[in-house]
């Protein structure tokens, strides 16, 4: 069986069990930590072959047991290296080992003094970071990265907290991160993932279905994850038909969110889609849409007709409704339907003061609910996830889904996606100029129009997600929410 560890992601705790796990079974740890070093050295020598000199910052655990590897390996290349050791020098197991098998001289940390033409190797601290740095080494952090030094970090930046990705006091600004096996959450949350630069995963040997066996279903979001689910694909690709979406207006003066989903949504692939409008704002949608049609509703009774209807296959609630009290309403009806439903913005906020009413309704049967908070919409709903500085945007994630029986895609550069089963993804290809009015929109109605095509809610989302990065990143920077729309490429075009 093909075990797929380049979309797998470990957090520090699960690679502590993995580590244990490969030990237990009869590999040789310090083979592991050896080819680690190994492997950092090499990168160095690649990437810097004319550094005056190597300075290793070397810590007290196994991170620092791969700078002892490191900096013997480049001494063996006749490069000037020196190395500098914070707190006890490792005694025991393999960083003991390694450190006695490097031959140079071990310097106290505090004599580090950062120069132009350093190479830093950050061996510091790793996957065992446990707590916020202490002043001294906060200090020497800011110098090295207001020196603009090059800096080599092993497994993770020191500072950047690989479960959740947060800075501990200070994290080196790094050049490359060279990682193993896989990567840990903190490469792909933010703050973190802006301190990794460019990011390498070494495979020092460790069995695959080692490390699959101790992880937790998080990847970062590709489209071989859901590709078998797109509606092209799969085997029930005629007997649905495209689907019919509708996705609701908000009133005369805040109509355009509501046309981005829906655009959104027929180029992502819906087959039909419908914008159902209160009156007041009729006609402005009817003059601004041509392949999208325009329904008139304006109450509740009208809605009930509407879903007697059943080829309406899935709504999008939420971008520009303005009107709390309707949205409520609306998603209850939508609710006891049964249809598959996209919460965002006003939709999501309409329900701060009763979200257990909300999540009640979608509380029974399959999955058909997708909301798609950012931060601050999150925290309208999930005050205490949102308050609470230990859990990981993951964590954050999971533990909505689980408690709204809901798909929870929570923005942002990070965007992640977890379901009620807690399967999680992070994404990573959206570009920065992601961040433009009206993108989210955009992003409900593509969510939508895969809930519409009968795709399942999770890879409906992820999917979705995936697909906007990518808009995005083919539309290049400048562009608008209206740009988004005109790059989503086709299903076929999914590589
Ligand atoms: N997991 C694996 O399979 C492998 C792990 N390796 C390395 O091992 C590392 C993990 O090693 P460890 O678990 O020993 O952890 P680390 O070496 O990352 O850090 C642990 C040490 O740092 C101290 N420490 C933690 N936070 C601190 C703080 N804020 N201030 C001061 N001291 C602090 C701890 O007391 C402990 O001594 C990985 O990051 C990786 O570099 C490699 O050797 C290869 C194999
Ligand atoms: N820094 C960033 N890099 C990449 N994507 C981002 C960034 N910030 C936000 N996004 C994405 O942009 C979109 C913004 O959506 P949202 O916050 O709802 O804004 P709006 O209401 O203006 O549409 C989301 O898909 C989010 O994930
Ligand atoms: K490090």
Not at 174 to 199: D, Q, Y
Not at 298 to 313: E, G, K, V, Y
Not at 467 to 488: C, K, P, V, W, Y
Request: aromatic share 6%.
């Amino acid at each position: 069986m093909h075990i797929d560890l380049e979309t797998l992601v470990v957090t520090p705790s699960e690679m502590a069990g993995i580590d244990r796990a490969a030990a237990d079974s009869g590999l040789d740890s310090f083979a592991l930590m050896e080819r680690a070093g190994q492997a950092v050295a090499a990168v160095a020598l690649r990437h810097h072959p004319g550094a005056l000199r190597f300075v290793v910052l070397a810590g007290p655990g196994n991170n620092g047991g791969d700078g002892y590897v490191a900096a013997r390996a480049l001494l063996k290349t006749g490069c000037t290296v020196e190395l500098f050791a914070f707190g006890p020098p490792p005694t025991k197991g393999d960083a003991g080992r390694a450190r006695r098998r490097y031959r140079g001289l071990a310097r106290p940390f505090v004599d580090y003094q950062p120069m132009r033409g350093d190479v830093v190797i950050d061996a510091l601290f790793g996957a065992g970071l446990a707590r916020d740095l202490a002043e001294p080494l906060c200090a020497a952090i800011e110098r090295v990265n207001s020196l603009a030094i090059p800096v080599i970090a092993i497994d993770l930046p020191s500072g950047i907290d690989g479960r959740t990705g947060a800075v501990r006091g200070a994290a080196f600004q790094a050049e490359r991160t060279v990682t193993f096996m896989c990567r840990k959450p903190g490469h792909l949350l933010m703050p973190g993932r802006s301190f990794c630069g460019s990011l390498e995963i070494y495979d020092i040997g460790i069995p695959a279905r080692i490390v699959s066996a101790a992880s937790h279903h998080l990847r970062v979001n590709e489209p071989h994850l859901w590709r078998m689910s797109l509606p092209s694909a799969g085997i029930d690709a005629h007997k649905y038909g495209h689907g019919h979406l509708g996705v609701f207006s908000g009133g005369r003066l805040t109509t355009g969110a509501a046309r981005l989903a829906a655009g959104a949504g027929l180029k992502a692939g819906a087959g039909l889609v419908t914008l159902l409008s209160p009156a007041e704002a009729a006609d402005a949608n009817a003059a601004h849409v041509t392949a999208v049609m325009v329904r008139q509703i304006d109450n509740l009774a009208a809605l009930r007709t509407l879903l007697s209807d059943p080829r309406f296959s899935a709504f999008a609630l939420g971008p520009g409704l303005g009107d709390f009290a309707r949205a409520r309403n609306y998603v209850l009806a939508l609710a006891e339907s049964g249809r598959p439903l996209v919460l965002d913005a006003d939709g999501i906020t309409a329900f701060r003061d009763e979200p257990d009413r909300l999540f009640h309704a979608f509380s029974d049967g399959p999955i058909r609910l997708v909301m798609t908070p950012h931060a601050g919409e999150f925290a309208r709903l999930f005050a205490d996830l949102a308050d609470d500085a230990t859990l990981s945007k993951v964590d954050r994630a999971r533990a909505a889904a689980l408690r709204s029986h809901a798909v929870i895609v929570l923005k942002g550069a990070d965007t992640v996606i977890a379901a009620p089963d807690g399967r999680a993804l992070i994404n990573a290809n959206a570009p920065p100029w992601l961040a433009t009015a009206g993108s989210g929109d955009v992003l409900s109605g593509v969510i939508a129009a895969h809930l519409a095509q009968g795709m399942p809610a999770f890879e409906a989302a992820a999917a979705g997600v995936w697909r906007h990065g990518a808009a995005a990143a083919a539309a290049g920077s400048g562009m608008t929410a209206e740009d988004l729309i005109n790059f989503l490429n086709g299903f076929d075009q999914i590589k």
